[in-house]
């Protein structure tokens, strides 16, 4: 069975990065295969990762419309995994599948229908699966996950974000969604010490401080420059705190 990470919380607060460094640490500490799950639709996961995909979830949506008409036999179900299965980018220890935004209007339930699908039927074939969600709660409300080992909510070092991934994890548990643990990360702390509003914020939604991690100048560098997540250093504090919370994990 899979053990199965997803990172959540608004807009702007890091979780691709903090996903792309779970990827890694568990490629290089046991956790292979990997399942990395790029469930934004303006997906950005592959690079953080430095790789590139052929197709994303999303565009097998659209295709599907009038492709599966035009084959003889085929069942949409097995259509669907057999594009499914092309897109994945496979990679040295892991595999990425995206799924990206559809191409015309119309609702996303298709869409994460399919992937919720997907994770489920692929998940046997892999020893982790690290989901980068959406910012916000829809994927949540869309129950594209439906079991999680450990849910880390990222915040930026603001009282606001504090909130928002409390309001994240009281949506959790109305939506019932089986999570095992659960753990607040607040990412980019200026020198690693919280004000002390955050952190009171942080006691009133009484979420467990899962990791802090310092503003990082290599992170940054490595927005600014566009360059993979694999290219900061081994020491980078950054990669040092979340391979320190993924040790945990092990417990």
């Known amino acids: 069975m899979s053990y199965t990470i997803a990172t959540t919380g608004k807009g702007g607060v890091g979780k691709t990065t903090i996903s792309a460094l779970m990827v890694q640490y568990l490629v290089a500490n046991g956790g292979a295969p990997v399942l990395a799950v790029d ?12 790789i590139s995909y ?12 009038t492709e599966v008409n035009k084959l003889s036999g085929v069942a949409k179900n097995d259509y669907l995994d057999m594009r499914v299965q092309e897109a994945l980018a496979e ?21 994460n229908n399919v992937l919720r699908d997907v994770i489920k039927r ?24 439906l079991e999680i080992d450990f849910l880390a909510i990222v915040s930026d070092c603001t009282v606001r974000g504090v909130r928002t ?16 643990r659960r753990g607040l990360i607040v990412n980019r ?18 979420l467990p ?9 290599s992170v940054a560098a490595m927005d600014a420059g566009g360059i993979a997540i ?4 081994a020491n980078a504090a950054a990669r040092v705190c979340i391979n320190n919370l993924m040790d945990g994990l092990k417990a």
């Open 230 to 233: 694999g290219d900061i250093p």
């Open 189 to 206: 702390v200026p020198g690693g010490e919280m004000p002390e509003g955050v952190r009171a914020a942080i006691e009133e939604t009484g």
């Open 122 to 145: 692929l998940s046997a074939n892999y020893k982790s699966i690290v989901v980068d969600s959406e910012a916000g709660c829809e994927h949540i409300s869309r129950r594209t996950l």
């Open 91 to 111: 990679q040295n220890g892991y595999d990425l599948i995206v799924m990206g935004r559809p191409e015309g209007p119309g609702c996303y339930c298709f869409a």
């Open 39 to 50: 469930a934004d639709s303006n997906a950005n996961l592959n690079e953080a990762l430095g």
């Open 209 to 217: 401080l899962a990791a802090v991690v310092p503003t990082d100048e």
């Open 54 to 65: 052929d197709a994303s979830v999303g565009a097998i949506r659209e295709d599907s419309k």
């Open 165 to 180: 991934a409390s309001r994240i994890s009281d949506l959790v548990d109305e939506m019932g969604t089986k999570v095992r």
